[in-house]
């Protein structure tokens, strides 16, 4: 399931990857903190360049986010990256705003592209979405939690906008997606052999 290694993270594929290219950038270390405040943040980002990329010479967009709180089983980083296909993309921002407001998420959308998410942050837990905007920078979304306050954006609310606007709401869990072992192995094989290819 492995795509890439890097110095403090590595890429994989999800089990029950939502498309044949969704992957999770994953630091190694788990420092209690979230994949874009943690030691690792600025190879987290260069991973998002280089999968945004990879997305693109696919003819799609990428889809980040990452839900930055801690579960009942421990605090696991990891920043989900799911390509959409350009057509879907406007789709995929009236789901965003339709789900905040389905939940009552306040999330905002940040302006300023030089403000760090651990300024933004400041020591709370959060969920963080860089929504595309089709060929341009995206549109960067967070909302700040209290700690334990983490309930208010359930589990799988990023896969489930991602799955509504690619028209696959049926796999809007993991569960619904998992494949044989040999088929899993084939996709990662795939996808690591055109991730490779990148310049």
């Known amino acids: 399931m492995i795509v890439d290694v890097g110095e403090s993270v590595y890429v994989a594929q999800p089990k029950g ?87 009552g998420v306040p ?30 920078a995206p549109s960067r979304f967070a909302v700040k939690l209290e700690r334990g306050a983490g309930g208010k954006i359930p589990l799988q609310f990023g896969r489930e906008i991602a799955a509504v606007a690619l028209g696959m709401s049926e796999r809007g869990h993991w569960k619904a997606c998992v494949e044989s072992e040999d088929v899993e192995k084939a996709t990662a094989m795939s996808f690591r052999e055109s991730f490779a290819k990148l310049a």
Do not use: W
């Not at 979230?34 to 693109?56: D, I, N, P, Q």
């Not at 942050?121 to 860089?130: A, H, K, R, S, T």
């Open 17 to 103: 990857p939502l498309v044949k290219t969704h992957s999770l950038i994953v630091p190694l270390a788990h420092d209690g903190v979230g994949s874009f405040v943690g030691g690792a943040a600025e190879e987290v980002k260069s991973y998002v360049t280089k999968l945004v990329k990879h997305a693109r010479n696919e003819g799609d967009e990428l889809f980040v986010f990452e839900r930055a709180v801690e579960t009942r089983g421990g605090y696991h980083s990891h920043v989900q990256c799911i390509p959409v296909e350009r057509e879907k993309v406007p789709k995929l921002h009236e789901m965003v705003k339709h789900g905040a407001s389905k939940l």
């Open 107 to 136: 999330l905002k959308e940040l302006q300023n592209e030089g403000v760090s998410m651990k300024a933004i942050v400041d020591g709370c837990e959060y969920f963080y979405m860089e929504v595309p905007n089709v060929g341009g």
